[in-house]
């Protein structure tokens, strides 16, 4: 079932899970690991990351060193079709411009329209770490609103080969990103809107929002997303605090503030328990108001630990 249809279905705010495929080598019983406390609370969809090619360097028996592509994580949509098959759960693939060109596109969303998955969530990509911009393969999309297209193309039968006829249409709902502190490349918050207008312009049926510790980022977001006639749902993504050390590492990899309550209650603690339960107790009384002000869903970026998520959902069921 699509995304769009869980949340008009819905009496009240839904709860949704994020998790990363495990490093190459790790089976699949990992996935099911942090994914089994989670299951009796009813996801309505489950979304899995995807995560293109890093570059590592290897040393040669000459001496020199290698250049090589290597995914640490593969396994994105086999494990939509494990987790759909073992649990009778929609899931949502991520889908990304980085590492892609349009017809090799065109295939993956062919595969997941035949597995019967309903929805995708599509997106640029960061550069690659060795990168100070994105840059998009040839033959790739530059931004998510160009993938966007295409996936909306094949939603109307379009496919690449002009030549196609009576293509069968995929029936994809498409989420998209959205980020209630800015888009770190953005120059401002007007003209992220405004890029994101595009997405929704381009067919983007709700938007997923970067995780954030102060509500009042979100709301005002929502507030502003509708001023600028931007009416699509848009659901919060919120990730516990669970080590001290995600402080520093959180705003410095996904460019979102803390705030200053919340870095004190942390600071107090003197070990990772301590400051797993500060995230938990933040996390519960985001969830709460993020119930009152009628947020469709919650989704929560598990990050493969699933016991914090599990104590605050079981806090609202
Ligand atoms: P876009 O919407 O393309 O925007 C990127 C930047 O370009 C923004 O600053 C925007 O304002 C600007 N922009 C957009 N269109 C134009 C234009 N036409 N001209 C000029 N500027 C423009 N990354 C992964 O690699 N794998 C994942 O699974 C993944 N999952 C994510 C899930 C969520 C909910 C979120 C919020 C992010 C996720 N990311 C993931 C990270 C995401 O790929 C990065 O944040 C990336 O830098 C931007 O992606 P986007 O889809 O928002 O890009």
Redesign the pocket.
């Known amino acids: 079932m699509k995304v769009t249809e869980h949340i008009k279905n819905a009496k009240k705010t839904l709860f949704s899970f994020?998790i990363l495929p495990p490093l190459k080598g790790t089976s699949i019983q990992s996935i099911y690991n942090s994914l089994d406390p989670l299951m009796e609370f009813k996801p309505s969809f489950v979304?899995?990351?995807?995560?293109?090619e890093e570059y590592v360097y290897k040393k040669r028996n000459d001496g020199l060193l290698e250049r090589r592509a290597v995914r640490k994580r593969p396994g994105?949509v086999g494990i939509c079709a494990a987790i759909m098959n073992k649990y009778q759960v929609d899931t949502v693939p991520?889908i990304?411009?980085?590492g892609f060109n349009k017809e090799e596109t065109e295939n993956a969303l062919i595969d997941l329209d035949f597995l019967g998955i309903d929805n995708v969530?599509?997106?640029?990509?960061?550069?690659i770490k060795s990168e100070t911009y994105?840059t998009a393969d040839e033959g790739g999309h530059?931004?998510?609103?160009?993938?966007l297209e295409q996936v909306n193309g094949m939603n109307n039968g379009i496919y690449l080969d002009e030549e196609l006829k009576s293509s069968a249409p995929t029936n994809f709902c498409i989420?998209?990103?959205?980020?209630p502190e800015?888009?770190?490349?953005?120059p401002n918050m007007r003209?992220?809107i405004?890029?994101?207008k595009?997405?929704v312009e381009a067919g983007a049926d709700y938007i997923?929002?970067?995780?954030f510790f102060d509500n009042q980022q979100y709301f005002d977001f929502v507030n502003l997303c509708r001023e600028n006639d931007i009416t699509i749902p848009i659901i919060p993504?919120l990730k516990p605090l669970s080590t001290a050390k995600q402080l520093s590492l959180l705003p410095q990899r996904?460019h979102l503030n803390v705030p200053n309550p919340l870095v004190d209650e942390v600071l107090k603690c003197k070990t990772n328990e301590a400051v797993r339960q500060v995230g938990v107790e933040w996390a519960t009384q985001q969830v709460k108001e993020l119930i009152e002000f009628g947020a469709p869903c919650i989704?929560f970026?598990t990050m493969g630990k699933s016991d914090n998520v599990q104590k605050i959902v079981s806090s609202f069921s």
């Not at 969530?121 to 550069?127: M, Q, T, Y």
């Not at 530059?142 to 993938?147: H, I, T």
């Not at 989420?175 to 980020?179: D, E, I, Q, R």
């Open positions: 994020e979304d899995v990351t995807y995560h293109r994105t991520h990304i411009c980085g969530l599509v997106l640029r990509g960061d550069p994105f530059k931004y998510a609103s160009e993938l989420g998209v990103a959205g980020y800015k888009h770190f490349e953005a003209s992220d405004h890029f994101l595009k997405k997923v929002t970067q995780m993504g996904f989704h970026y």
